[in-house]
Every structure is written in structure tokens, then in C-alpha cells.
């Protein structure tokens, strides 16, 4: 377990003044996100392998250890089942903990705990018992990983109920949903796309800390012709896809979901509404993946407004592939373009 | 490897080899050697030697009124066991797990800890429970199928049970993690320092969240007791079939301090666990025990033992009963009498009494409960998906006898 050694790191670009709006990374916005949460609350601690000294395989956590010390940034033994398990006593004891799990791949020795345990201990409880543990996953590919290292297992966790699952696509929204999520009650899975780490934005720090960017989408562009709804790392895509179908003439509206449980319905039926098409991308597979819970979702709310049937762009049903064929597998601009073209021609 | 067509006899004697206590079947005492610790004989008969004086001072404050609780606590807990299970076997409970035999365990370990410790239980912790101050009414709730826990775990310092075999160990070694964050190990005030229990069985012990609990605590040092029940079976497999070492020995490997105590015998099990919590109060971090002891039910009210174990061996273990022995220790030292059983007995049957009457006093849950404490906050899926659920029942409201499909059982 690696991460790739020759890229710069995200979270050491340059600090951010407080209060004003900085340019970051969305690595570091996650780092500024994680630093202002352990800073108002002294319930808020980090667990993770190789989080403290080494600062996380990606640096996402790079500086925390030396400003709130080992009890509250925790390098943990290498039990991923043993984070979540001990995260969820100490959640009872009245913490908040902040789990990294290294890499996607590695989350299913937590499986069980996460969704026999976590998922369910606010019901079995009747209330009684709130887990308030966020999960920080780092997700996707497209980073020329060994086997392990850029899954999307985001759809087995929405599946749980109990569970709340999001995933950023900018700065911005890295920064005030990590702060959400550790605000809320509920067990939270940040999935954060890996790839993207070294994406740069404008992010305004010290904002407030509500749940809003976790039960809401977001249009990010605005367009009459078709809805193009992603999430993580495919929203960057998605945008690129938007301005090459403008140069031809397409008006596509593009919607990050930024919650994949709860989904916000609404957001995306209001926007195919308007537009009349729809196409869904994301890096995981498609078969039984989110889209097809959206699809299922848009057909049912939007059936007389539909001019074509709801279309899925996605990763294949095999295992994610070697490193020279990610490229195939991932949803590219290309794959996405065409989905686009098959949509206008119905 | 096995022998298919061992003889019972046999075969109860080649499991009496790997047996500690199979000296104390015959009146003797343990050998020195036999890595067990006994202060009181099947017999009812107190052990005295020098090997095991530390553990007596543990325990020498317990007077005559102390013993009779003791003996109290075990009786009900058991006569608790009989009527779950009656009421199991009369319909009014979809499944019940017995502690039968266990209560030595549960209830010498459970007295000794203070109001502040924690407890994370398994599933068989009825006795546990009872030493904890909940109403044990209330765990019938589960078996009853009318809710997932029963009992408001903040109120009693007792944790729901765990029904995923060894997954609280590691709930009971974070939450101890977090006393240590509280600072409230090793101020030597006995009413603040903080110690967690964790009830586990001997196929618990297989798991890997088991041996991550044991990796956390052993790092951390933290004030954790692993409080293992070897009852021999997990449902049909013998121990032999978890480990090839006597299980508290695994501890060892993780560097945890570890004893196995005669899980039958009250005074061992509560000398070994006040042992254990001072030591994690104290800062001295976590201590695995082993109660060897037996599971003289089943499994559970479904499962059915004549197939893998032998009557034999239940009635050895019927003659180490743990209730049986503190009766003769009392008796032996003139503080039990006719008086004091006939009261004990009407204490008994008035509990019986009343977890009947409670048990069939139990409606059923609303409907709308289902959608309730999925999320602590607004989830618009559970939102959405309770409101079409509700206006679907209504749609029934004016015609309630034509939905004839579904079969529901009680009052709905």
C-alpha cells in the first residue's frame, strides 16, 4: 500500500489564511476542513493507518498530528474492521472519530462492522444511541494504481440504511462537507475521488456548518437540451463534456449529485424536467451501480417528459482492470459524449 | 483424526483428559499446576492455598449476607432462564438463548464491578444484566420480537446485546480508548477510574475482530477486561474445534496478562475480575479471563444438543453445578436455613409470575415504528418511503376487510 510517491502532495501547498477565500487543492481543503473541526471541538479526533507521522499516503491529514498531538490524531494498528470497531466505542463514549481507510479497497475487512454495527445501532437502540463517525474513503481511479486501489464501492454502502453516503467534487464542497459530516449525528462515507486530490479551486473557509451539502444536489451548469447527473470524480468529467457539446451546438445541464444517500430527487427530476434527457455517470460499475437507482427514479417521476430513455455511463461489470486499460474502463469524455449523441437521436 | 465410532464413555474420557477440573470430581483439590483458579469446590468446600492467597483477600469481604446475595442473584437468574424458556416453548417467545449453568460467571464477575465501569455484552448475558440493574423483563422484549434491544444502555452501563459473534469486543476496547481520553484511568479515586467489560464465548475467540480487539487494547493499554465464557460448545462445535491451546492462553501472543478461573465457582469469578478491573482502573491495562464452565442448555430454544454432545457429559456438569455449591458452602457455615430457601423460592415464583404477566402484556409495535430512528436526522428516502406507506394503509381505512392477502398476526 502505496500512494503514487513522484506527485506532489495535496494538503502541503501552501496554508490558507483563515476566514478568506483560498485557493487549494481539494486534498488540502479536506486537510483545512479536518484541522477546523478538531479546532472546535476537542470530541473530534482522526484514526487511521499512517495518518499521523506520515501525515496519510496522500497527505490529507499532513500536519495534524504535530498540532493536536497522538490522542487525537491516532495511528492505529493495520485492522481496517479494528478502526471502525473501536471508532463506533469510542462514538459511544461521547467522541467523534474521523476514520481513514487507506485506499477503497481495503474498506471490506470493515464491511461487517460498518454495516451490521454502525448502520444499524441508532434503530436497534430506538433512538437512544447516536453514532456520529465519518468514514473518509479515498475513492476511484484513473491514478494508474496496483489491484485494490481505485474502486467505487460507493452503491454497497447506500444500499445500507442507517447510512449516510456523499462524495465532493470540488474544494469548496470538500471542505464544507467534511465539516458537515463531522457535525452530523449520523454515520457518515465521505468518498473522496482520489484523483481529483490535486484539483485546485476557490474555497471560503469558516463557513457555516449546516447539513446542507449532505442532503442536496447541485446544478453546476445550466442547460435546456440534456441533464448529465455525476458525482465525485466524474463532475469534472461531466463539465468538460458540457463545454465540447456546447461548441457543437448542445445546451447540457450538468448536476452533482454530492449525496448518494440520501438523493436529492428533486434536484435532478426538476432539472430532466426541463431538459427531457438524462444520462448518469460514474466510475463505478454500471450494473445494480447508483444510476440505475437514478434511472430508476428519473423514468418513474419524469415519464411524460422523457424524450429518450435515461442512459448510464459507467465502469464494466469485471473487476477494476490493470492500470493500461483503466482508461477503457473509466467513463471518458468520449464514452460520456456518445452517450449524449445516442440521447439527442431518439 | 476423529474417531466416528468412539464410544460415549470413551469418548467423555478423552475430553476429561484435556479437562482441569476433572481432579475436583472426585473431591480433590486442583493440582498446583492445573492453570486454574478454584476457591471453592463442587463440594462446596472453600480452597485454601498459598498459591491462590491473593485471590482469597479478594474475596474475604464477602460475609454470610454478601455469599447469600450472591446466591440470590444466581437462583433468580436462573429461575429467569426457566421461565424464558417455558414461555419460548409456549409460543409467546420466537427464541430464547439459556444461561443455564453460567451464572457463576455472570454473576461473580457482574458483582464485581463499580456503577462507573462499562459492559458490552454478548447475547447470554441475562445474569450480567441482572447484576446491572435492568429489568430483565425487558430483555424478553428482543425474544419477543416487538424490538432489537429493550433497555436504555446509558442507564445501567450496559451495552445492547451483540448478536454478530466477537463485533462488541471491539465496541467495548474503543469505548475504553475513550475513558482514557476522559482521563479517568489512574486517578486513584475508586469512584472515577473506569474499567469496560466484555462478555465473549470460546468460538467468539476465532473471530478477527476478537484478536483486533486484543491488538487495540494491548497497544493502547487500555482498561478492558476480555472476560471469555469457554461453555465447551459453540452450538454443535466443542472448543477443539476453536483452539488447539486453552483459550487464555491466546492472550499471551498480544501480551495481554491472562488466567482461566472454574467458571462454576462464584468466588473464583469474582476474586479474578476484581483483580482484573483494578489493574485496568489502576492503568495497567487489559487482562483476559477464561471461565471454563458449560452451557447446560441449549444453543437456543431451537437448537437440540442429543445431537453432538453425550448425556454424560451434561451430568458431570450437572454435578459442578455453580448454584449447588454455594448452597453447601452456606449451609456449611450455618448461614442458610429453611426460612431463608422458602423466602428465596416465593421470590422466585413471584418473578416467574411477573414476567408472564409482562410477557403477554406486550402489544405489538406501530407500524410507523419501523420507519422510526433510521437516521438521527431527516433522511428523504425513509421520509418519502413512510409517507407512501402510510397513505397506503389508509387507502384500507374504509375498507379494511377486503385486504384479505396479508396475514397479519395481533392487533395491527
Partial sequence: MSAPTTTPSPATTPAASPGGTSRLTLGKAINEGLRA????????????????????????????????????????????????GTAIGLALRGYRPV?????????FPAYDQITTQLAKMHYRSRGRLNLPVVIRVPFGGGIGAVEHHSESPEALFAHTPGLRVVAPSTPQDAYTMIREAIASPDPVLFFEPKGRYWDKGDVVLD???????????????????????????????????????AAEGTSIEVVDLRTISPLDTATVVASVRKTGRCVVVHEAATFLGSGAEIAARVTEECFYELESPVLRVGGFHTPYPVAKLEHEYLPSLDRVLDAVDRALAY | MNQQNTAPAAALAAERAGDPLAATDTGATLPVDADLLQLLTPAGVRVETPENATY???????????????????????????????????GELGLFPQALGQEAAQIGSGRALAPQDYVFPSYREHGVAWTRGVDVADILRQFRGIDHGGWDPQAHNFHLYTLVIGSHTLHATGYAMGVQRDGLVGTGDPAKDTAVVTYFGDGATSQGDVSEALVFAAVNESPVVFFCQNNQWAISEPTTKQSRVPIHQRAHGFGIPSLRVDGNDVLACYAATAEALERARSG?????????????????????PTRYRTSEQEELWRRRDPIDRLRLLLEAEGAWDEQRAAALDAEGDALGERLRTFVRGLGRPSTESMFEHVYATEHAVVTAERRWFEEYEASFADDGASRTHDQHGGAR
Avoid at chain 1, 207 to 223: F, Y
Fill in chain 2, 56 to 90: 482469597r483477600e479478594r474475596v474475604a469481604h464477602l460475609d454470610a449476607d454478601a455469599l447469600r446475595g450472591l446466591y440470590r442473584d444466581m437462583v433468580l437468574a436462573r429461575r429467569f432462564d426457566d421461565e424464558a424458556t417455558s414461555l419460548q416453548r409456549q
Fill in chain 2, 284 to 304: 495497567g491495562g487489559p487482562t483476559f479471563i477464561e471461565a471454563y464452565t458449560y452451557r447446560m442448555g441449549a444453543h437456543t430454544t431451537s437448537d437440540d
Fill in chain 1, 99 to 107: 476514520c481513514e481507510i487507506q485506499f477503497d479497497g481495503f474498506i
Fill in chain 1, 37 to 84: 473541526a478538531l479546532d472546535a471541538d476537542p470530541k473530534v479526533l482522526l484514526m487511521g493507518e499512517d495518518i499521523g507521522r506520515l501525515g496519510g499516503v496522500f497527505r490529507v491529514t499532513d500536519g495534524l498530528q504535530a498540532s493536536f498531538g497522538e490522542d487525537r490524531v491516532v495511528d492505529t494498528p493495520l485492522a481496517e474492521s479494528g478502526i471502525v
Fill in chain 1, 207 to 245: 463557513g457555516p456548518v449546516a447539513d446542507r451539502t449532505l442532503n442536496s444536489a447541485v446544478v453546476v451548469r445550466e442547460g435546456t437540451d440534456l441533464t448529465l447527473v455525476a458525482y465525485g470524480p466524474t463532475v469534472p468529467t461531466a463539465l468538460k463534456v458540457a463545454a465540447a457539446a
